[in-house]
């Protein structure tokens, strides 16, 4: 019964957030936006990479696994949690949340939802777009499905942390743009950093599938950097949900 009635809840939330998204010309934005970027990923990287070899002598392949996090890995994470906090912050607007509380579904398993969608969705912008780039290593397929996942769990985390600071969706977009260098910037810098002490920037969620992602290119054991950047997204995501839920309680 209960499963019956979480599924039910699940279909709901479904259909509202596919009417909300195409009415939407941001939400279509960002929905469009990865297509964008894997484009220009695969038709600009090469002639750079020519250019730069024939003028300065540059090798810029080596740094093609930088180039695919910085402009596609870091940034489906902050375009999947960005769409899931409008999505959110428009239902908190609505007074669908306060409606909410009238009926047998619980917030949780309205997050629960949320949570659930915002992983797929990463995790397929991960995929897609590194694997139609064109300039990841061959055989990557199969490691990306992981690394895709823990980037997902990073999207809850921006979600979370959207939410926690704004209340509507204008708030919203000044905290993406807040947010955008911490996500899609710095966790880019322990590349230049040859040192273990680069993990001190594991303090950001996403370091941890752009590290797993680089040591994967590089053929090396990846798989630790999954399972501890797991348990850190998770630790830094639950305090985030409590808030939520008594912020939405209220």
Known sequence: MMATSVARAWRAFGHNDIRGSYRDPLMVMLLV????????????????????????GFD???????????????????????????????EVDAGTLTALRTTPVRLSTFF?????????????????????????RGGLTATLVPIGLLSGLSAVVTLLLIVAMAGNKIQGLAAIRGLGM????????????????NVAFGVLPPYWAAKAFWIASDGGSWWPYLVVGAAIN?????????????????
């Open 60 to 90: 810029l392949v080596p740094y093609y696994p930088l180039v695919a996090t910085a402009f596609l890995l870091l940034t489906s994470i902050i375009v999947a949690g960005g769409l899931a906090a409008f999505l959110v912050l428009d």
């Open 182 to 197: 911490l996500i899609a910037g710095l966790p880019c810098l322990p590349w230049f950093i040859d040192s273990p002490w």
């Open 33 to 56: 936006a990865p297509v964008i970027w894997t484009v220009a990923v695969a038709g600009l990287t090469p002639p750079t990479t020519r250019m730069l070899a024939e003028r300065h």
């Open 112 to 136: 629960a939802y949320r949570a659930a969608t915002v992983i797929a969705v990463t995790a397929v912008y991960v995929i897609a777009t590194l694997s139609f780039s064109g300039i990841v």
């Open 234 to 250: 998770v630790a830094m995501a639950w305090p985030l949900f409590r808030r939520f839920l008594a912020k939405n309680r209220s």
